[in-house]
């Protein structure tokens, strides 16, 4: 049940296999994002911080490393998939610039892209880029930050004054948590409630002037400080209310809807919801940037816990001068090892999301083709997600390296801190992880058909009810070689070896169909059981439709990962990632054992067979952990820790200290030379 | 499968079963201790919060609440179980002024009180007790963290000066994350290998001053600040080193080892690893604090998290006017309640421990008798692993409430940041979390025959091979009546209810008692296995042997619960907590439901009732969520959060505008009053 695998894999060869289509936006960041001043800065206060960030933020847009996702006429590279990758890169120097980035040219600067007019674009895209149109994205309120279908901020337009009424009626309506808008925000993008002639025509978003050219509230506009968070510093978030604010009519930006001068509404898309999901579709990439950030910050807890944990010892064993390196221990291997498997598996799935993203969005806005509207809902399930999946494995394994780390991990100096408080919200914005699994089951249970609708998956449940359909697993990259891994396994397969990839991908792919068909048959009976109401309907299955949700995440993460091995040319690369496959694999189907003991797809002695498999797995890996998180890449000086270099230098002169004073002591020892060595060891 | 509740319960004959033998503390601390100056502040500076913690130490000190586990002649009241109740209670006030007090009253006072002499006592507890004498518990070094009888720091005597000289060899011998060390310390308690004669007796304890009264470092002390760190921003942790520093022959704290003028060593224990475990295991009393205190930091997050999910609403139900609350969702339910089962849970046996802890030292400390020392070690091994169950449950329990309020969670108005950052530290000191388990799990290999030796549970593995040990578990409080419900399940337990307490207390036992059994078997084939390294013989079975430990303290912790709900007098409330005991029970098996479907103690259909069981309870528990946190009886100002009042009326405030929109439109829209409201509800 062992892997065999080579001697040394060169780090650099995995690094080509993780790196990607954007390897020259990788490497080009690994070169040059080397300004000091964007690093980190511990014990800071909030306003030190903001200020800090802010000056780095300006100094990155003239670096010129902001703009690829904007159009060539505006000094962009209407490079989608780049655009994302950058700020994927700089997750890796500071949390708070990468938000501030993402708020000001993802969130900020995309909308205004993709749901404004060439004429808007003219006016403000390039004082944005540059950063002297510092910006917000304002939707969230504080009553409503998962179903921002229901905002109650409204915009109402009077025809005689050729001017809309962006109002706040009440404090639920305000809104709140918005990046930018504390300190430097100058102009936000305010979603509300459109209404014309009497009709509320559902969200849309204007562009906003908030601040006077002194930095003032603009009259009727009141800014608030969020203040002090658990992390993300240099992030000036902050709250916006409106009373009767008069916005201009050219400045709704009105590429899904517009309002003539006499107010008439006109959309090319006629549904209202319709167009609503279509406008936050355009608005993906946040959410994509969101996962690969966390992405980025769990590899570099994963860096610093894996090579503390190789330098750092404790507790001898018989017979060994030295004590025991603590990476030697099965636990220590069982906490970071199957972490570090799921972190590569979620690499290669997140690689896969932005091509995807790239082509759908690149058609849409570059190339001017229709929207797909089936591949944009599967693009959106995908990027929720992944979402979830990465900022979850992002919470608990930066919780969990830190926890490795002991003492030294609560340091700030040594980075976890700042990893931990920093990615801790990650879980929260852009889509909460809990209703972003409830939308990623949304579209499993209609297959795509029909995933319109509040984020909620109440509604109307009727579309259960009537649905037949048979459950189908999309397929992800490689298609053809996992549908063959998985035709190869014979129908009895208890016999299978547990290191058959094929059975491996048959588990998962059953586990996801059987969870699936499930909830389907549970919400049909509900459905159609009298007397029940409409939310128990849902909601006496809602942990059975969520882990549905888990199960496919699963699978898409898993098939990406085999697709990446396949890819992987270097045999010695590809061996190794081929055994860290399994360890995800079969870590996976371990944490989720009881269900496959359940459901008949496991024996009892396999499933302890499991186990005794997950451990081997990682004695065969022990060797190679360094080097697993050397393949990230990630440059020392980005690491700005203090742990690193010194553990090892104090272990040496440790080391050498208790060799003298061993060597002395076997000379015999003088009176008055006994040292803290002798104490005899525990019986 | 449902049981049946009463309709209310009195939250105040909940909080007298909780409040248990110190009640009398507990209510003082909730009646006095209201002073605005020892709450938390949020974004204060390193500095400032330094300042602020010391300033309310030392108001805390003239309170008189800090002494009561001191001698009486001392002004204290020999109350050890008082004590710690008192830092328990006052957890919840401040985590930074928490640790401090610790520090100052439990670890630096404990160990002069415990292990110093009466003259030692005179000379200095009174000044320690107001805190005119701040001081350090120096044991950690930056290279021994777990294993401090290996600290590389000695302490030397010399018979011609009569003084010892104490000294830091290198780099990894330096005192490290020393609490009062960076700013107030003027003394510290430093652990260090005693050497006399040429001959090392292993580690003991000295009296230091490192401050003179100027503040400044004494003659070849130096002092170091850990800087920043994640949370405990008020506590000054440094690092102390010494350059070979005069300590005279009178400070040594020479209750279990004396050196006399000519530098004799004598000690009443001859062992000498006995001798260091019958000393650090007087100071158990910090362990069973830091539990203590997790306890209190999960049960404010979880009051907060609790009512905000009983005013915060989210996503319509069709046919309903209000939004839906948010704890009213299954899934949410399911986040909350099996964590506040199990923080019950966790409370009764922290009460059951500080009963224990009380009268064991008592007995020794206050009344001269005897060390019992299987008591003493069973002790020890309870406060192990309640610090490791009480402490991880904070870590998760606290993160998964950030999450449940949000991104309000987010900001540290709402105290949730300041809890998980304070606590988080809590799994690594007082004893790293895996190697307390470690701990647990060699007491129970042993049946604490022989628990004496290195916390690694390496060693001679000898005596596993050695020794024939029948598993007898050792019953905690209640016996009589756990035996009872137990030995009432008949052996074809397939057909018991899942709500049969007997039943559930059988499963948590067979658990324990095959895991371990199974653990003894495997290290005993190893033990004799030609060829196998001494230190493979444990690492081999190392999550084996941990999962023993975890088992082991679930069974404490039901048993406590049980006993808990049986001495509970007040109808209503037992009925209530006696399903808040299922809900413990069943959560716990559901989580290790593939070992017991392995061990063929539930079948395939058993395991999927289990499920839905479970989804019961917390359909007959959300009625009573607000009353299980209400229980708790923390006063409102010492929550100092903002988050509870304010969303209830931005949502009573919000529904009332909602609902004359609503009265408005029903009365016909005339043109240019369309609402927020009107929206089409998703298709």
């Known amino acids: ?242 009373d009767h604010v008069q916005v201009p009519r050219d400045m709704l930006l009105d590429r899904y809807g517009q309002v003539a001068e006499d107010g008439t509404y006109t959309s090319s898309i ?34 610093i816990a894996v090579r503390y944990g190789d330098v750092r010892r404790q507790f001898a064993a018989p017979g060994e001068d030295r004590e025991i390196v603590i990476n030697d221990y099965l636990v220590h291997q069982r906490k970071l090892l199957p972490a570090l498997a799921r972190t590569y598996a979620l690499h290669f799935a997140q690689g896969e999301l932005v091509e995807t993203m790239h082509d759908v969005q690149t058609a849409v806005h570059v190339h001017g083709q229709e929207i797909d509207e089936r591949a944009q809902r599967e693009l959106e399930s995908r990027a929720a997600g992944l979402k979830v999946a990465q900022t979850w494995h992002a919470t608990r394994t930066i919780q969990m390296c830190r926890e490795a780390c002991g003492g030294a991990g609560y340091l700030q100096e040594n980075r976890l801190p700042h990893l931990k408080a920093d990615t801790d919200v990650f879980t929260t914005f852009e889509g909460d992880n809990t209703v972003l699994l409830q ?106 439709v969520l882990k549905t949700a888990q199960t496919h995440i699963d699978r898409i993460v898993l098939e990406a990962f085999v697709a990446g091995v396949d890819r992987t040319t270097d045999p010695a690369a590809r061996q190794l990632l081929d055994t860290l496959c399994h360890l995800y694999a079969l870590s996976t189907i371990e944490a989720d054992k009881a269900w496959f003991l359940e459901h008949g797809r496991l024996t009892a002695a396999r499933a302890k067979l499991l186990t005794s498999t997950v451990n081997h797995l990682l004695k065969d890996l022990r060797p190679h952990m360094v080097t697993l998180v050397e393949a990230f890449g990630i440059p020392a000086d980005w690491k700005a820790t203090r742990i690193l270099e010194e553990e090892a230098d104090r272990q040496e002169a440790m080391a050498s200290r208790d060799a003298e004073l061993r060597a002395a002591a076997g000379q015999g020892t003088p009176e008055g030379t006994a040292t803290a060595l002798e104490v005899a060891p525990a019986q």
């Not at 959410?287 to 966390?294: F, H, I, Q, Y």
């Not at 063959?484 to 547990?498: C, E, I, T, Y």
């Not at 586990?511 to 409409?534: Q, V």
């Open 1 to 242: 049940m062992t892997t065999s695998q080579p001697a040394s894999v060169d780090p650099k060869a995995l690094r080509d296999v993780l790196d990607g289509r954007w390897a020259h936006v990788r490497r080009d960041a690994r070169e040059n994002l080397h300004d000091p001043d964007f690093l980190p800065v511990y014990g800071e206060s909030v306003q030190s911080a903001r200020d800090r960030v802010t000056r780095a933020a300006k100094k990155l847009a003239e670096s010129g490393r902001v703009g690829s996702g904007f159009p060539k006429e505006y000094g962009g590279e209407d490079d989608a998939g780049g655009s994302v990758t950058s700020i994927e890169m700089l997750a890796y120097v500071d949390l708070s610039l990468m938000v501030k980035a993402g708020v000001q040219w993802g969130l900020f600067g995309g909308a205004l892209q993709l749901l404004g007019s060439k004429r808007q674009h003219d006016a403000y895209l390039r004082d944005l880029v540059c950063f002297d149109l510092p910006g917000c994205f304002a939707m969230t309120e504080t009553g409503h930050g998962s179903d921002v279908q229901q905002l109650r901020t409204t915009c109402t337009y009077d025809p005689d004054t050729q001017c809309f009424d962006l109002h706040t009626p009440h404090e639920a309506a305000r809104k709140d948590y918005i990046g930018n808008a504390a300190k430097d925000g100058r102009m936000a993008v305010v979603f509300a409630q459109l209404i014309t002639r009497g009709v509320n025509h559902g969200v849309h978003a204007w562009l906003v002037p908030i601040r006077d050219e002194n930095g003032d509230p603009m009259p009727g506009v009141t800014i608030g400080d969020d203040g002090p968070k658990a992390g993300l510093n240099g992030v000036d978030n902050g709250r916006l209310s409106f």
């Open 439 to 544: 939308l990623v089951a949304k579209g499993l249970l209609t297959g795509y058909r029909d995933t319109f609708g509040s984020l909620d998956g109440w509604g109307r449940i009727g579309f259960i009810a009537d649905m037949v359909r048979e459950t189908v697993l999309e397929r992800t990259a490689a298609r053809a070689l996992i549908q063959r891994l998985v035709d190869a396994v014979p129908g009895r397969d208890d016999d299978v070896p547990l290191l058959d990839r094929g059975w491996q991908l048959k588990m998962f792919e059953f586990r996801e169909k059987h969870a699936l068909e499930g909830a389907i048959r549970r919400l049909r009976k509900n459905a159609t059981t009298d007397g029940m109401a409409p939310f128990d309907m849902f909601n006496d299955v809602q942990d059975h």
């Open 270 to 303: 006629e549904n209202e919801t319709r167009r609503f999901f279509t406008m936050l579709g355009t608005l993906v990439r946040g959410r994509v940037s969101v996962g690969g950030s966390a992405g980025s910050a769990t590899k570099l807890a994963l860096d």
